[in-house]
């Protein structure tokens, strides 16, 4: 967790001066940015064999620096909720995974405001937990199992920034990391989010 805050703070600080350089290009910024995740997982390397969604949320800062006036690349720290639903057996069945992520984004922008992106992330898993809800209380479960504790992907996505900071997005992660050895299951999030340039 400290090896990606420092990392992530040594790029944001290479990025900035880098965008100091040229005073003629879009401004470097940093900010905030939050939304809601719809996520869940795809099994025995089968993208038709999806898992139900678990609903979540994620949260995190950014660091942006223009290539030239239409390209740039965006850094970002996030806290990310993930995991599955599967109804079986009567009951629901739940994988709640959280991670640290680290997405680092490809941007071109099209028009004034709006953007495409493309890049590659790291996450860390930091907790994770199963339960099954039966329906029934006595029978209700709640069991922890340990995940790989590393996962990667590759993100794409497509948003909206206004010129007074606010952006709007639409991502889709695309896991390539196994979350466990057995079944090759991957995260597959959607991430809704909206961010305020500090």
């Known amino acids: 967790m400290k090896k990606l805050v420092?990392?992530?703070?040594?790029?944001?600080?290479?990025?900035?001066?880098?965008?100091?350089?040229?005073?003629t290009s879009r401004t470097a910024n940093v900010g905030i940015k939050g939304g809601y995740n719809l996520a869940a997982v795809s099994l025995d390397d089968d993208d038709n064999a999806d898992t139900g969604n678990r609903s979540g949320f994620h949260i995190g800062v950014y660091g942006e620096s223009f290539l030239n006036q239409n390209i740039s690349l965006q850094l970002e720290l996030l806290y990310s909720q993930q995991g599955y639903e599967i109804e079986a057996n009567g009951g629901t069945f739940t994988q709640k995974l959280d991670y640290i992520n680290l997405p680092l984004m490809l941007k071109g922008y099209l028009a004034d405001s709006f953007f495409l992106e493309v890049g590659p992330q790291i996450g860390v898993a930091i907790s994770h937990k199963e339960e099954f809800d039966s329906n029934f209380n006595l029978f209700d479960t709640s069991?922890?199992?340990?995940?790989?504790?590393?996962?990667?992907?590759?993100?794409?996505?497509?948003?909206?920034?206004?010129?007074?900071?606010?952006?709007?997005?639409?991502?889709?992660?695309l896991g390539l990391g196994d979350i466990y050895d057995d079944g090759s299951p991957k995260n597959r999030v959607w991430l809704f989010s909206v961010g305020f340039d500090l």
Do not use: C, W
């Not at 420092?6 to 005073?23: H, K, T, V």
């Not at 199992?145 to 497509?158: I, K």
């Open 6 to 23: 420092l990392l992530f703070g040594i790029l944001l600080m290479a990025f900035q001066a880098g965008n100091a350089q040229d005073a």
């Open 143 to 173: 069991q922890e199992f340990e995940p790989n504790s590393f996962d990667y992907g590759v993100n794409f996505g497509a948003g909206f920034k206004t010129g007074t900071g606010i952006s709007f997005s639409a991502r889709y992660h």
